[in-house]
Nanobody, 121 residues
Framework: QVQLVESGGGLVQPGGSLRLSCAAS????????MGWYRQAPGKQRELVAT???????NYADSVKGRFTISRDNAKNTVYLQMNSLKLEDTAVYYC???????????????WGQGTQVTVSS
């Protein structure tokens, strides 16, 4: 069994900052890619940022220069530092991890439960 638990969402004014965290627990051999996605009301879920096991990162054009994804492998945790937040960043944010599990070493995809980020004045 593997669980992803997110934290750090909330209400913030435009221009403000938030830091999201997502920690994985359970039967884990290793974690390959980690990522953050978001879904605004009435819209499809979209990629925000990803980070590989080698710490290569990729960002949606809409968040480049404002958001930073990072990971702590010792804690099985991925972070999303969000600065200069805009009204259009309002969404439910989900983390995703590709996790290798024992004993097979097969990789599986897991999602967090989602955390609400609301940017409003």
């Amino acid at each position: 069994q593997v669980q992803l638990v997110e934290s750090g969402g909330g209400l913030v004014q435009p221009g403000g900052s938030l830091r999201l965290s997502c920690a994985a627990s359970g039967s884990i051999l290793s974690i390959n890619a980690m990522g953050w996605y978001r879904q605004a009301p009435g819209k499809q879920r979209e990629l925000v940022a990803t980070i590989t096991s080698g710490s290569s990162t990729n960002y949606a054009d809409s968040v480049k220069g404002r958001f930073t994804i990072s990971r702590d492998n010792a804690k099985n945790t991925v972070y999303l530092q969000m600065n200069s937040l805009k009204l259009e960043d309002t969404a439910v944010y989900y983390c995703k991890m590709i996790i290798a599990r024992p004993p097979s070493h097969y990789e599986y995809q897991y999602w967090g439960q989602g955390t609400q980020v609301t940017v409003s004045s």
